[in-house]
């Protein structure tokens, strides 16, 4: 190999569309996919036959349009990675520059290898070289890439992401073929062997720049889900402190009934006392609202819920032995039962008929375990981001009730349920009793 030309004759095409379709794979493997088995296995196979002509068409251009013909090959890549994934547009290319780069690494690895053992080497010791070079730099680049994505949340990409991505891809793919494009500038190697090493070398740096990249962008995820649910936690339990101070107002305020009624008593002229008696009544009226069940922070939270269904025209009923949630904390309290009554008001209140918006709360000892069940009338719709239901609501803060409730609930061993049809929603949480939280 005397020259940058034949260095690129002597790479094989079909070598490279494997090892792209490969890195491919490894992100359908991880990701959560659109088809079932055979509907996946199906879009690969073809996957792996667009690569295989896309590479032989490429093959034969001229050097002048080798990078077009690249081009192509990654626009196929992004497009079986949006055909088969869940995923968006943006994350798709995300996802699609990862495994472009992971691609050209795997290659570049083997045919360092092969380049360094050519002349020792039969045919068939050199596709087992092929296969056992991919399949190892795969299957590490899988366990790697595995802990970074989730096949249940749905992923996430801004274009500033995107763009990034793409500008690592590109930076990483110019700098490691520069030398098969032309060996006199003054980045470009002069001999065979360094042309390998570099471009090998400046891969595995570029895969690095993007796993890094996707490791600061979860951070970056968990630190805003961390800081919604923290705000949502937080509102819920000023609610409860508000809810409670407000019962304490009504029992003072009820100890001074006595006085009322002594007025009354001393009062002769009939047209007075009865205005004092609606006077009196209207200034009660509320107190039948306030519920009891053994625990205070629940009573606050019932209390507050009832009166925000019935603004919103709901029928919020309930059986509840509070006593049976003593062993919770009040902010995990708050946090459970507070997010799911919201979400079953609000979900019932979507309902056209006020007669139709229902809501049943009920807290029971069962065996050794105690049960917590929210069911609420809907509109039968619901929304899901993969396997995880999602609030139809936009504005902040939303979207993570579900979440704050299942993690406040596995806290204490608690599991989470979920049933629906197309009228009713079912919420379930079953804890041990007398359960402690885990630290």
């Keep these: 190999m005397n020259g940058a030309e034949d260095v690129i004759a002597d790479i094989p095409r079909h070598l490279t569309a494997i090892a792209e379709w490969g890195a491919c794979l490894v ?29 032989a068409w490429a093959g034969t251009l001229p050097l002048a349009l080798w990078i077009p013909g690249m081009l192509v090959a990654a626009a196929v890549m992004y497009a079986v990675l949006f055909a088969v994934l869940k995923v968006s547009p943006l994350a798709a290319g995300y996802l699609a520059a990862r495994a472009f780069v992971l691609g050209e690494f795997a290659a570049s690895v083997y045919w360092q290898l092969d380049r ?28 790697a890439e595995r802990g970074s994505f989730s096949r249940v949340d749905v992923l996430r990409i801004e274009p500033r992401e995107l763009v990034g991505a793409v500008a690592i891809t590109v930076a990483t793919f110019a700098i490691s073929n520069l030398s098969f494009i032309s060996a006199s ?56 402190e508000l809810t409670r101070r407000s019962i304490d107002d009504v029992n003072r305020k009820y100890h001074d009934m006595k006085h009322h009624l002594d007025a009354l008593r001393a009062e002769q002229d009939a047209p007075t006392r009865a205005r004092m008696v609606d006077e009196l009544e209207d200034s009660i009226r509320g107190y039948g609202t306030v519920v009891y069940t053994g625990n205070h922070v629940l009573d606050a939270v019932l209390t507050a819920k009832r009166a925000y269904a ?35 008001v ?39 981001e993969g396997e995880r239901i999602v609030s139809r609501q936009n504005a902040e803060g939303h979207g993570y009730g579900l979440r704050n409730i299942d993690t406040a609930a596995t806290a204490y061993d608690g599991a989470v349920s979920i049933s629906s049809d197309e009228a009713w929603f079912s919420l379930r949480i079953l804890f041990p009793k007398n359960a402690s939280r885990a630290e």
């Design 185 to 240: 500038t003054p980045f470009s190697a002069r001999f065979g062997t360094e042309v390998f090493y570099i471009r090998t070398l400046v891969d595995f740096a570029g895969f690095i720049a993007l796993y890094v990249q996707h490791r600061v962008h979860n951070e970056a995820v968990v630190r805003r889900d961390a800081d919604a649910m923290t705000h949502l936690l937080r509102s819920q339990h000023e609610q409860y």
């Design 310 to 344: 019935a603004e919103n025209q709901v029928e919020l009923s309930h059986v509840a032995d509070g006593s049976l949630l003593d062993f919770l904390r009040p902010l995990d309290l708050t946090a459970i039962v507070g997010n799911a009554l919201d979400n079953a």
């Design 116 to 143: 360094f053992y050519a002349a020792e080497l039969s045919p068939i010791i050199q596709t087992l070289l092929c296969l056992g070079t991919y399949a190892i730099v795969l299957t590490i680049a899988w366990w």
């Design 346 to 384: 609000q979900a019932a209140a979507r309902l056209s008929s006020p007669d139709q918006r229902l809501v049943r709360f009920a807290l029971f000892a069962q065996d050794d375990f105690v049960m917590l069940r929210v069911e609420n009338a809907y509109d039968g719709v619901l929304l899901r």
């Design 27 to 55: 992100y359908i493997l991880i990701v959560g996919r659109r088809a079932r088995v055979l509907g996946t296995i199906a879009a690969a196979v073809g996957a792996l036959v667009a690569l295989l002509l896309v590479q």
